[in-house]
Structure formats: C-alpha cells, structure tokens
C-alpha cells in the first residue's frame, strides 16, 4: 500500500476543462460534477454514457412492451377483430425488431457494461471513451430509421426478415433494414470497445483470473458482438439491396437461394441470443456470491463456460432451419452441436445453485431476481433442449412454443437479469437506495405475471398454434385468454420499477458506498462515483469475491 | 486492496497521451487492438458476400464463368497492381512516419490517394461500360449467352462485392487526406503516429480485400 | 371443461405416437431438472437465509467431482434424447417406396391440392387412412409451411423448387392444416383441413368429382397446347430428346455431369432448360417460364412420369397409379 | 514504484513494436505481389481442369499473406494482434464451410438431389 500525492486531475490539451479538484470528494461525483445538456451529450465518461443509454433503452422497452400489450388484446379473441392482420402483423415485427436489437442486446452490456466495466477493472475510463460516445449516437440513429419505419407505416416482415418475403412486402423495410444495420454497429463498437479495455486496462495486480464474471461474461459477448454482427449488417444490407437495386441474391424468381439468407441471419442471431443471456449471467454471477457473502463456487468454470457458450454458440445455427429445406445430414449436426451448448449452461446453473449452499443469504430483492433468473432460465433452456431435437422441432417449429422458449429465456431470464442488476447497482449508479418493499412486491409480480402469460404458451405450441396468427382456431382461446391476462400482471410488474426507481433518484435515501457489504472494486468507490472512478489507482491483491470466510472448504 | 495515486500527468507528459491511459506505449497498443479488432469484424462483413459467392459459383459453375468473360481482366489485372503499388507507397508513409519524417509520410498519402483515384477511376470507367451493356442487374439486365439467370447473379455478385469494396477506398481517401494534412502539418512523430499507422492497416485491408475479388471474379476459366 | 381446455393435440399420424414419446421423456426430464434446481435454490436460500449481520460463511471453493458429475449426467441424457430425435427426423425424411403421390402448390393465401386422378382441391386434403402419402409442394410466390399438427409433421414450401413431405394417416376425422411460415398479410387465415378417411370412402370420393380427367392426362393436353412435341418426339426424330422412359433415370450432361431425372429436374429443365443441357443436344428449347402455372408444371411432370421406357431407357417407378398402388407397395 | 503504476496487461507488454522495417523489405514484398498477380493470371489462362480456382486461391492467399505480415506488420506484433487476425480468418471459414456443409450434403445423401435442393432421403 503505497500513497502517493494527490491525484491532479488529467486534462488533455482542448479537452473539456479539468473536472473540480479532489478535495471535495463527497460532493463531486460523475452526476454533479456539470450540468447542463450538453455536458451530458457530449459526454466521454463512460457513467454518463451509460446513463444515456438507460434513458433510450427503456424508452424502447415501454415502445416494445407497448406493441406486446397490442398483441396480446387482439389474441384475447380467436377472431382478428381488434386490429387487421396488417396492423396485426406490423405489431409482432416492431415488437420484435425493438425488443431485441433496440432493448435486449444493448440492454445489459451498454447500461451496466458500460458503467462498470471500468470501475471493475480498477481504471478511469474504456479504453475509446469517445467511441463510446460515438456508439451511442450511432445507436439512436439506427433507432430514429426504425422509428421512421414505424411511424411511415411499419414493416411486417416478423423479425427475421426472411427473404423472399422481405423483398416483396410492400412495407417500409429498407428502413427498418438501415435502422438495424446502423443499430449493429453500435453493438461492433461497444464489444470492441470491451475487448481492449478488458485487455489493456486492467488495475495492476488484477489478473485474468481475479476478474469479476461479470467481467468474463462481458468479454465472450464482446466477441459475439464483433464477430457475429457484421454478418447480419451484410445481410440485412443485401436485403436492402435486393429491393432497391433487384439484385437477385435471395430471391428464387431470379435463381437466389431464400435458405441462404436464413444461413447468413442465423450464423449471427443464433449467436446474438447469447449476446442477450450472457452478460444476464454475468449479472447473476455477481449476485448469488454478494447477496450471500461467499466466495462463488467454481469460479474458473463459470468463467470458461461464458467462452465455451460464445464459441460453440456459433456452431449451431442450422437448428433454426430444421424444416427449411437443409439437408437432413445438416440438420443432424446442427442438432447435436446445440445439444452441446446445454452443457456450459447447466454448468453454470449447478454453480450458482452450489454457491447458496451454507451462504448467508439475504433475502433481498436482487436475490429475488436471481432465484427467479435461475428458474426461468433452466425452463426455458431445457425447453430448448426439446427444440434442439430435431424430430420433435419438425413438430413444434414456428408455433408457440417456440415463443414461449425465447420468452422463458428472454424476458424470464435475461430481463430478470437485467432488473437484478439494475437493482444491486442502483445505489451505486445514483447514489440512493430504492424501496425495498416496493421492489419485492414488483419482483414478486414479474414472476407471477410471467409464468402466466408464457406457461400457457408451451401448450399452445405442443397443441399446434402456429406463431405470427392474427386469427386461431377456436379451441386456443382460453389459453390465449390465460396467457393475456398474465401479461397484464406483468406489465404491471414492469411500470412499478420504472415509477419507484424515478421516485428514488429524488427520494430515495442516501446510499453508502457499500450498501450490500460486497466484494468488487465498483463497491470500494463512492456511490455515486467520482468522474475518474478512484481517487487513487487501485492494486488489486486478491481474488475476487474474497469474502472473509469462517473456514476454507476445498471439495 | 491497496492503492496508488493516479499518475500525475505532469508537464512533461506527451500531449497526445489521453487521461485515462498510463503511457504512450498502452495507448498505442490500445489502438492497434481496437484496429485489428474492427478489421476482423471487417472480415465477417465481406464475408457474407464470400459465403454467397462460393454457394453460387457451386451451383452456377458454368454460368459463372460465361459471366465472367465479359469483365475485362486486362482492367482487372491493371487495377490490381495500381493497388498494390498503393499499399506499397502507404507502408513507406508510414515508415516515414515512424522515422518522424513528417513531409515525406504527406508525400507517400498523397501517392497513396492518387493511385486510390487511378483505381476508382478505372472502375467507373468498368461500371460505364456495364451500364452500356445492360449487365446492370434489375429490369434492364441483357444477356445473349446461355445462362441469363446465372449470368444476372454473378453481376449481383459483382456489383455487390466491388461496390462495398469501392466504397471503402471512397471513405478511406478522405481519411488519407487527413492524415496527409496533418502529417503536413508537422503532428506525428517518432513517438506519435498511430493515426497513420491505423490509416494505413485499414487501406492494406481493402487492398487484401481485392487481391481476393480480381480472381474470383475476373478469372473463372 | 376439458373440451374448451384443450391439453393435447390429436394424434392421426403413425408419426404422432413416436413424436409424443419423445416430447413425454423431454417433459419428465425438464421436469425433474427444473423441480431439482427450484427446490434447491429456494431451499438454500431459505435454510441459510441471512440472520445476523456477522455471519461468516465458509468459502468452498469448488468441487472437480461435482463439475464433473452435473457435466457428465446432463451430457449423457443429451446424447440420448440426440439419437432418439435423429431417429425420428430421419424417418420423418424418408419417404417410403411407393407411396401414393398428391401435389401440393402454396400460394398466398391458399392451398392448392392435386391427385393423381385429376381431383384438384382447395384449402383441403382428403388422404386415405393407412396409406403412406407423399406430398410434392411448391409455392408460387414466398415461403409457406404445410403443417398439419395431428400428424406432427411440418415442412416448409418454397418458391422455385419441390419440397417433399410424407405422412401416413392413421385415424380417420378432420385435421387441421396451418401455413407455418410467416407468409405475408392473411399467414393466418391460410388454413384448412386435412380429411382421413377410410379408404373405401377415400375411393368414392376419388370417384366423385375428377372434372378434367387424371393429373397426367392434364399434362398431357397441356404438353400438346404448349407445343412440346413439336420437339419432343416419341419416335425420337424430334430437335429435342424423347421424353419416354425419362424419369426416375439419370441423364447425362453436356458438361459431362450426370444428374438423376425427378420432379425438380424436369421442373428446371421447362423453366430454365439451359442451366442444364442433354448431352449430343443443342440448348434450343425456349424457356416456359411464365407460361405454365406451378400447376401446369405438376400436371406435364405427372405426364412425363407416365410416359414409359422404350428398351434401353430406365424403367421408372411406379407411379399414376393412385392409392391402390400404393396400397399394394405396402 | 514506476512500474507499479503501469495497468495489468497482457504477458507480452508492447503489442505494438517499434520495429521499423528497413525499406528493402517494402520493395522485395512489392516485388513479390507483382509477380504473384502476374502468375495468377498467366495461370488462370491455361485450362488445368479442377485445379484453377484452389489454386488462384492459394496465390491470393499467399498475396494477402505477405500483406498481413510486412506491409501490415503482423509479423513484428504481439500475440494478441496475432490472435485477433486469426480469430478474423478463422471465422470466416467457419461461416463458409459450415453453409457450404449443407449444400454439400444436399447432394451427397440424396444421388437424386442436386446442390439447392430440398432433401429428401428416398428409398428407391
Ligand atoms: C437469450 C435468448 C436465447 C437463449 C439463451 C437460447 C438458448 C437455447 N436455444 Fe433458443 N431461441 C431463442 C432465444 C434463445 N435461445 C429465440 C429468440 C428463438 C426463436 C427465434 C425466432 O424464430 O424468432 C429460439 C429458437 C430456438 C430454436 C429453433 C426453434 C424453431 O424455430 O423451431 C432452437 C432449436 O434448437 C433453440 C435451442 C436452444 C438451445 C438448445 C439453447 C441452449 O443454449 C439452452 C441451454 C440451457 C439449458 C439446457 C438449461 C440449464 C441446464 C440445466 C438446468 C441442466 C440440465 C440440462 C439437461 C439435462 C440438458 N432455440
Ligand atoms: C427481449 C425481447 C422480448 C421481450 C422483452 C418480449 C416481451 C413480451 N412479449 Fe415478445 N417477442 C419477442 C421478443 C420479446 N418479447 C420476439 C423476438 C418475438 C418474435 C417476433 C416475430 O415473430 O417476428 C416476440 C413475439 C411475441 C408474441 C408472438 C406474436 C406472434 O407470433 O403472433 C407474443 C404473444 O404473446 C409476445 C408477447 C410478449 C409479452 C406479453 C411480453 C411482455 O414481457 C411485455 C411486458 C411489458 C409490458 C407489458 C410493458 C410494461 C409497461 C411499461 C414499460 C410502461 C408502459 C408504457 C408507457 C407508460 C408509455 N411476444
Ligand atoms: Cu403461407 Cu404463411
Ligand atoms: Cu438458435
């Protein structure tokens, strides 16, 4: 432990002019520290920037949750008689054309990611601060062509585009396509931007195997994101292609091949999905060791699972094309690799499930939110399992219960995920404390609410509801009106945290900076953190989760 | 946990060297990462073009190669050295740069764009004589050989693939210039030009890029 | 009550029986795996919850043994529902010999249907209980997906080439049919029925309506309407090959290539006849796309089908002959 | 206490080396393209059957080789360049073959089937 003199902050040459001076570290902090619009839209501070993208992305999520709500009235009813299939059919694209690419992906990674990467890691900033900025903005223009595309008319190409419908639909696609090939990028440059800090920046002594899983998690997305993405920009570029120049890549009229560009889609959003689960995990890592003070179990294998899922993600994509006319052999293969991706998975579920074990627990909301992620994540990933096995998925492909199993995975898992984190950090990313009652009641909510609305799917699905109906048959409705009436409950779960988590910023008490008495860099600074994150460079001398234990247990 | 001060950036630290980086060296070494990174992304971007490509010139073989004649690989060939001839001016600007030889890296970029523009010249001039022919894909596309359909796809392929690939040296020349003002200018030095050594990964990449494409497309025998 | 609570699909299909199987095991399995996790975690969290701010718990770092024991389980079972599964799939892909032949063309929004005995349907299939059935599908504009749940059986349709699907009924009733691929506007509303019934009433209906004569009888006027035995000659003294004996068989190339004569190939060599060229032949036949409708395009290959070999050439399979024949290849 | 300041990274410490490349090196690999290309199209005008394609492939491939190494100076940097450009190739084939592997298997399995056709594995 050495001190050296005060830090004096560090100003480039025409930079921003130099933040106030250290001294009064209780009062400044990254949120007061300027004020004004600009200084938050011109923002480099990878909190502020983090900030920025909350506000967007939940603006997306009320959008995207908004078009489910649509949805789910008008298949209250078997007859279309709410909305015509048009409208019908434009509300599931936007819905999941936002959900995703707007909400989910950037969701965990450019919120939490963004904040505490760097605070985790012991340094000041991402490694491209401006990049950063940068990505956002490129984010919220890919965002302003898909609102454009909304609001001119919609697209109702469902979100995977599937050519050759997508060449032919008369609906604004090319600007749905831009929005999501310009959104990609944002995506390309937060993962590299990831790659090299975890790279190159991390705090002297902080080792790869002291890093948090978080931060693990966060790399083997990053990978996902640089390698994986700009596939699906060509693709969906060449889509745009096709209808404006009439190349004829995907189109069978003028001798394309529409298997292809389900090839080329699946090669990235098979993976994209793990983009969406992956840093979930990450999240759920952090939580099961700090809401029971113990050191997690099994680390290393935690840690290598989030690569092994990133690497073999991308083997697997072909299992979306089982009945598409792929080869059979194909098939075959595709299946088996994604049976092989269920093992890092449950290695993973039997870590965390093993790390309560003789912990001492707090039964506070994000924990609440992890026993909910855990459960609804191995639902929906042994679901998969079932659609992984392809004879059963000729069955069950494109019905309900496919829906369910991404929405067991998605809005069960990676979102319980997402609202666990957002939790735990909260104080340290506004420096207040949300209602602790109000919270659980909410996380209590989203549960029952979710298995509501998704549990009926399953069944939908085995008996045969095709996905993307306007109209059913008769003998769906009283799921369908089960599965309704949950996603009621279930938004109502939702708009609580987005009214109690404002209410808090004004409100709510102050945080201390270690709220949860946790292990972690991010809790050793104040809440809300300094705009350089520490006031002195951290040495990191320990293993992370280093929780003073009563005994030493090795199995 | 122990900790150290922030280093103190006093005076004497290079201008160039941002706030959260320790030293030149991690700042360099940051961005040649983050550089190769974005190349390998680059990678899977024209690669979704090489995918379709090689599904098509299976399924199309003669068709392919019927299309091909009618693209002059003498152009092909020519444009071919005049990039290459381009990538070996911006490794000596670079080189120039790192000896700290200012005026001479602006001089080796301003090469460096002008056989960019001899390339993209020579490329509309190809496009022209497309456009003259009726091989542009779409309501207007003419074939008199056997294979039209095949014929129509390879010059998606074609327009696709040299028009991406165009369109990097179209933003990578203004970039060029920028570098060239600067080094001009008198900004780089020993210690400092990783901009032109960026500049100069990313037009080595697109040079890459078209030492795949003159084969595949000009010469399918 | 459980009319209007629906919990399992009909099972109409020899398929059904073996898919359900397989989906019951996945159940248990899932079961018992998510009942294991949720019990444990709420049952730690409970048991250990937090009761004093002191509490120090041990740190047990991790277990080689266990990470082994819940890789390995899981791996295993995985590796037994894969070989199950691809048991199925392959069954489901292999259609048996001889089995009796319906066309299948998608369009938006509509299901077009055609026996060999010339019945044309819409929105509707009527198949004979008992015999493996053979359905070749098209599409004349995007992707559909002809799925009927009661028999666990989905293929997609796509523009520009024959999918293939077999099932064979085993209860007589009326099924649902689904489009499965997303289509375009009406996705929903391109539905219908599959119709089993007992093949004695199968026959009567095949009796029934055959307006315009058998399927190849169709092909047959259409061959001549569209002028294809201007070239295509029996006596083989044609500008193009005789078509006689020609399918089923394999066709040598002009690029020396050989390639087996079914449906996608006679489809390819109307609509696009140069991609592929008959060796010793001159690529001169025009291309009809456009000019034959998907179904005309059935109709001429259920004719040239029909057409039998002269010596020399392959003989075909069987094929014209109906759900009787394909009732005897049983 | 210098060093102590320095962030954790990576074993080899400097990615990026100041290795300047003596100019001659530019030159003989400018040299070595332009013979390359010359050989690319002096072969791809004689007919060697199944053979022309892998092999204007392989010449590209060593083209861009050359490039990667001396002009991009892969051949002076560290690991983790290193691994970021093979990760970048290594994915690309991965994209290839595994798409190839279908249309490849379309055909094999099925002597009736042909590259872009639906599969199906009959019992003739
Ligand atoms: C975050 C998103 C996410 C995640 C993580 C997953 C994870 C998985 N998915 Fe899912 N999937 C989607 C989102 C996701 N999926 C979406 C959006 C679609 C539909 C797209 C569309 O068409 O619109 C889809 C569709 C989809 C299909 C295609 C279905 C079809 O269209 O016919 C398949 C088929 O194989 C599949 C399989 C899997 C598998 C095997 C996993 C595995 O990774 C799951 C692994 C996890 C576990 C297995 C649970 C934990 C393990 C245990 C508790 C131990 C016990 C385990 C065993 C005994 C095996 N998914
Ligand atoms: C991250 C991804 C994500 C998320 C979070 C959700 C969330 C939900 N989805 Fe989503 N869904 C998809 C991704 C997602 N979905 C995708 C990819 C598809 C496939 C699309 C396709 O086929 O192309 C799909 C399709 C899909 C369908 C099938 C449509 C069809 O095939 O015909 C249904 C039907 O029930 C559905 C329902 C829901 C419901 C009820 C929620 C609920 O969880 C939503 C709950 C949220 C709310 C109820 C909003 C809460 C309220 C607020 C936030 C504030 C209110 C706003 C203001 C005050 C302004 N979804
Ligand atoms: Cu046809 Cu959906
Ligand atoms: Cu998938």
Known sequence: MSAGPEPVPARRPGGPPPPPPVERRDKANYLNVSFGVKSWLLTTDHKRIALLYLASISLMFALGGLFAVAIR???????????????????FTMHGIVMVFFFLIPSIPAVLGNFLIPIMIGARDLAFPRLNLASWYVYMIGAAFTLYALISGGVDTGWTFYTPYSIVSNTHVVAAAVGIFVTGFSSILTGLNFIVTIHKMRAPGLTWFRLPLFVWAHYATSLIMVLGTPVVAVTILMVAAERILHLGLFDPRLGGDPVLFQHLFWFYSHPAVYIMILPSMGV??????????????????????SLAIAMLGFLVWGHHLFVSGQSAYAG????????????????KVFNWTAT??????????????????????????????????????VHV?????????????????????????????????TGRMYPEWWARVSAATVFLGFNLTFFPQFVLGYLGMPRRYHAYAEEFQVLNVMSSAGASILGVGYLLPMLYFGWSMRYGKKAPANPWG??????????????????????????????APSEVVVV | MSETALPAHDAAHHPRLAHHFTDLTSQKDASSLGMWLFLAQEIMFFGGLFLAYTVYRALYSPGFAEASHHLDWKLGAFNTVVLIGSSLTMAMGVHAAALGHNRTTAGYLLATIALGGVFLGVKVVEYGDKFRHHLVPGAHFQWDGLHTRAAEIFYSLYFAMTGLHALHMVIGIPILAWMAWMAWRGRFSREYHTPVEMTGLYWHFVDIVWIFLFPLLYLIA | MFRELPLWPDQASTMAGRVDALYVFLLAIGTFFSVLIAVLVVGFAVRFRRRSEDERPPAILGSTALELTWSLIPLGIVLFVFVWATEIFFAMNRVPPGAMEIYVVGKRWMWKTQHLTGQREINELHVPVGVPVKLTMTSEDVIHSFYVPAFRMKKDVLPGRYSTMWFEATRPGRYHLFCAEYCGTKHSGMIGSVVVMEPAAFQAWLAGGAAGGSLSAAG???????????????????????LDGLFGGTVRLANGATVQADETYVRESIVNPAAKVVAG?????PTYQGLVSEEGLMQLIAYIQTLKAPAGRATPPAAGAGASAAEGAR | MAHELEPTQDAEQHEYSEHVVPVGVYLAVFAALLVLTGVTVWTAHIDLGAVNTPLALAIAVTKATLVILFFMHVKYSGKLVRLAVAAGIFWLFHLIVGTAADYASRSRVNPAGRPGETMVLEDR
């Not at chain 1, 060791?289 to 294998?301: E, L, W």
């Not at chain 1, 293969?333 to 890092?344: E, G, N």
């Not at chain 3, 259409?222 to 002028?227: D, I, Q, S, T």
């Open chain 1, 73 to 91: 009235l008008e298949l209250l009813t078997p007859g279309g008689d709410l909305v015509q299939s048009e409208t019908y059919n434009k509300l």
């Open chain 1, 284 to 305: 759920i890592s952090e939580l099961v060791t700090a809401m029971s003070r113990k050191r997690i179990f099994g680390y290393g294998v935690i840690a290598m699972s």
């Open chain 1, 332 to 347: 075959m293969v595709f299946s088996l690799l994604s049976f092989m991706v269920a093992i890092p998975s449950a290695i």
């Open chain 1, 356 to 393: 309560l074990y003789k912990g001492s627990v707090a039964l506070q909301t994000p924990l609440l939110y992890t026993v909910g992620f855990i459960g609804l994540f191995t639902i929906g990933g042994l679901t998969g399992i079932f659609l992984a096995a392809t004879g059963l998925d």
């Open chain 1, 397 to 429: 492909h494109d019905t309900y219960f496919v829906i369910a199993h991404f929405h067991y995975i998605m809005v069960g898992g990676a979102i319980m995920g997402y609202l666990g984190g957002l939790h735990f950090w909260w104080p340290k990313i």
């Open chain 1, 518 to 547: 946790a292990k972690g860099l991010e809790w050793e600074t104040d809440s809300p953190p300094i705009p350089e994150n520490f006031a002195r460079q951290p040495h990191v001398t320990e293993e992370a989760y280093a929780y």
């Open chain 3, 220 to 242: 047959e006027r259409r061959f001549a309407e569209l002028g294809c035995q201007t070239c295509h000659r029996a006596d083989s003294a044609g500008r193009g090959p005789v």
């Open chain 3, 281 to 285: 032949y001159q690529p001169i036949m």
